[in-house]
């Protein structure tokens, strides 16, 4: 009864236009996120996985930003804590894992990146590198590019808190303000920037206030409340679409575990904050929320997981046994028109032979260059 | 045909590509109203418009790496770097982004912009106006790295980097924009990214350069003919990256005797890299040590005209080395 009763108080959520199934949605998304999470430490601490990138404490803020966009036409340009972003946009456990293990058919990178490096251009998830915020003034020429092309695209970018002291970061923003464009950026502000705490990386209370040098509006928001992640992007992406330019949003989080696989963070934070953080875990208030909406119980939540869990670990068993990069393979994609036997450098003569074939420089432009082969396979006597 | 100096055909070459395809745009500092501190932009703003004739912010990093954003969404942007001195902040968005975006994605992803950038000294620049940066970029693979001489090669090169689909760095050397002058087809062609040219041709030894220098060395070829009747074959080496060794052995083996002149500092510069893959390859065919040619190791080129000179190979000196190589 109690629930019927809240659920007549509580509009927000159709407020916002999501229907049950959305909220329920979203929910998995969260959960597959966090049991990805679980499933690579795991595989980490078995010695299969020689490096992960944690998501968990960020999922409400990730999915929450990440779901109103539209799937086929919008962009995204995450960073590598971004696992939920990147299922949000289409990628499965089984892409999560292809690439923790390093295959061939990782879609991000076929293996060449570390794991978390997201790319799919068929998903619409810009490549990116290592390097900090080198991803911003992408996202901006991105956005220019869809403004130039009468598109009514909008481009999300993501990024931590550390990431707002490169000087990348500044110009991308800066950038995007002048030209009034179709970005929304994400900051996931989860306090460090591996060890070095807020204090240090900058003397404003909010990164949203930055958002004023550049013109345009910046907008804080509590990052474990799903629903208000969702609506300020949803607002941000609507503003966007409609040519009213950019939005910084700063999504106050944080991050469960330590920066990867091979940090520790005992050295720079107390176990007590970790612990106050996780009982504000955006799972459990997430839960608890559809709970009062009469759209999870106990058991559904227990089986939810169970479910999702299940999944996963086949998943992660088909992903193991996938097959890895062929070694010779390591000479390919370095031009899209230099043969790979050409590129190891121990012939003379490899000059390209400048292709006429380049349609691909073409607007829409096609990869040119898929052997569909890898070099070196036959015969290998490895 | 025409006949124009180096930066009039960086103009006009743009300007027809602007014309041909709307999805080329170009975008740097000074490009707009003031056309370009070179000139090499006169005109585009009031011809194309402040959507495709981009002033930017002064920030060469973002100049890249929105040029970046823009080849990943289909269209082709034309970078200016107003001084290749200047290109340094965006080191990480070549080397760690456009240079390894397809490499990365396994042919997923491309990365289809060419960065303009005026290079080279002899024209008072001093420490930041006069650096040759062809091999921080050279060492990368990935990036192709080009320096046409002439009118006739910038005009075609320029149009195969516009078409190429990987990024590519085209470098000009400032001092032949309006020093140098040359023929120029009317009608759009293309010179491939990639094969080195003989642009004089010998038996008695080999002179590889690029550049200002390619010109210097042309001129020392001739005087040196005129003077002793030898033989110098020149061989322009055009693209930096990927290098056509093959261009470069076949005329060496020809004439067994190699020198390679460049304006960058020596050690490390590009005639290194030259003269080990001759060194290598032709050891048994050489009748002498392959000569290199360069700056010397100091920081930068410094401005006062004894200074900058004493920096600079010239012709003189470079046809001196010619000489004694002749004779060795």
């Keep these: 009864m109690a629930t019927e009763v809240d659920r007549q108080s509580d509009t927000r959520a159709r407020d916002l236009g999501l229907s049950d199934q959305d909220l329920l949605d979203m929910y998995r998304t969260m959960v597959m996120a966090r049991l990805c999470d679980e499933a690579q430490f795991r595989l980490n601490r078995q010695g299969k996985a020689p490096f992960v990138v944690p998501v968990s404490g960020h999922e409400g803020c990730q999915i929450g930003t990440a779901w109103p966009f539209q799937k086929g036409k919008d962009v995204f340009v995450p960073y590598y804590r971004d696992m939920g972003i990147c299922l949000v946009a289409g990628m499965t456990p089984l892409d999560v894992f292809l690439a923790v293990f390093g295959k061939r058919d990782d879609p991000s990178s076929g293996g060449r990146q570390m794991p978390a490096h997201w790319s799919s251009r068929q998903l619409g998830i810009v490549t990116g590198s290592s390097p900090i915020a080198t991803q911003i003034p992408h996202a901006a020429g991105i956005a220019y590019a869809i403004k130039y092309r009468g598109e009514d695209a909008v481009v999300g970018s993501w990024f931590g808190d550390g990431a707002t002291s490169e000087g990348d970061w500044h110009e991308g923003l800066n950038f995007a303000g002048i030209h009034r464009l179709p970005v929304v950026w994400y900051c996931e502000n989860n306090r460090y920037a591996i060890s070095v705490p807020l204090s240090k990386q900058m003397a404003v209370k909010d990164v949203a206030m930055r958002a004023e040098g550049y013109g345009f509006e910046g907008v804080v928001v509590e990052g474990n409340d799903v629903l208000g992640c969702y609506e300020a992007s949803k607002n941000a992406i609507d503003k966007a679409r409609e040519g009213g330019g950019p939005t910084l949003i700063e999504l106050k989080t944080y991050r469960f575990h330590p920066h990867t696989s091979d940090d520790d963070d005992r050295s720079y934070r107390s176990r007590e904050e970790v612990e106050e953080a996780k009982r504000n875990d955006s799972l459990i208030v997430f839960a608890n929320y559809l709970r009062q909406q009469g759209l999870l119980d106990d058991d559904a939540i227990e089986s939810t997981r169970v479910e999702i869990k299940a999944e996963v670990d086949a998943e992660v068993e088909v992903a193991w046994k996938a097959e890895d990069p062929s070694p010779e393979s390591a000479l390919d994609h370095v031009f899209a028109d230099v043969t790979p036997s050409r590129a190891d450098g121990s012939s003379g003569g490899d000059t390209n032979v400048k292709a006429d074939a380049i349609g691909t420089t073409g607007g829409e432009a096609t990869p040119a260059d898929s052997p569909e082969e890898a070099p070196g396979e036959e015969g290998s006597d490895r | ?328």
């Excluded at chain 2, 289909?74 to 456009?98: C, K, N, W």
């Excluded at chain 2, 420490?127 to 693979?141: A, C, D, M, N, T």
């Excluded at chain 2, 076949?250 to 960058?264: F, Q, R």
């Design chain 2, 1 to 328: 045909m025409t006949e124009k100096n180096v930066v009039q055909t960086v103009h006009d070459t743009l300007w027809d590509e602007m014309q041909a395809d709307d999805r080329v745009l170009i975008l740097g500092e000074d490009v707009g109203a003031r056309g370009g501190v070179f000139r090499a932009t006169a005109g585009f703003l009031e011809e194309f418009g402040e959507m495709r004739v981009l002033d930017t912010p002064l920030a060469e990093s973002s100049i890249v790496g929105c040029a970046i954003g823009m080849a990943m969404h289909g269209l082709l942007p034309v970078a200016e770097i107003q001084f290749a001195d200047f290109i340094h902040p965006a080191f990480d968005q070549l080397v760690s982004e456009a240079a390894r975006i397809r490499y990365r994605t396994a042919g997923d992803w491309e990365c289809p912009i060419v960065v303009r950038a005026p290079y080279g000294g002899g024209v008072h620049g001093a420490l930041y106006h006069s650096q040759s940066i062809e091999v921080f970029y050279g060492h990368v693979p990935g990036l192709k790295v080009v320096v046409p001489s002439t009118p006739y090669d910038v005009k075609g090169m320029l149009r195969a980097a516009i078409r190429d689909p990987d990024p590519v760095l085209f470098l000009e050397h400032k001092k032949t924009y309006r020093l140098i002058k040359g023929d120029v087809p009317d009608e759009p062609y293309e010179v491939p990214i990639g094969p080195a040219d003989v642009k004089r041709e010998g038996d008695d030894l080999t002179c590889i350069a690029y550049g200002l220098m390619l010109h210097h060395c042309l001129e020392a070829a001739q005087r040196l003919q005129e003077e002793a009747g030898a033989s110098v074959e020149v061989v322009d080496v055009r693209t930096i990256a990927p290098l056509d060794k093959e261009t470069i052995l076949g005329s060496v083996g020809k004439t067994g005797k190699a020198m390679v002149v460049s304006e960058d500092n020596r050690t490390y510069g590009a005639a290194a890299e030259i003269s080990a893959t001759i060194s290598e390859e032709l050891m048994f065919d050489l009748d002498a040590p392959v000569v290199r040619i360069g700056g010397p190791d100091i920081p930068a080129m410094p401005f006062a005209g004894p200074l900058e000179h004493y920096y600079m190979p010239d012709v003189d000196r470079i046809h001196e080395r010619m000489r004694q190589l002749a004779e060795f």
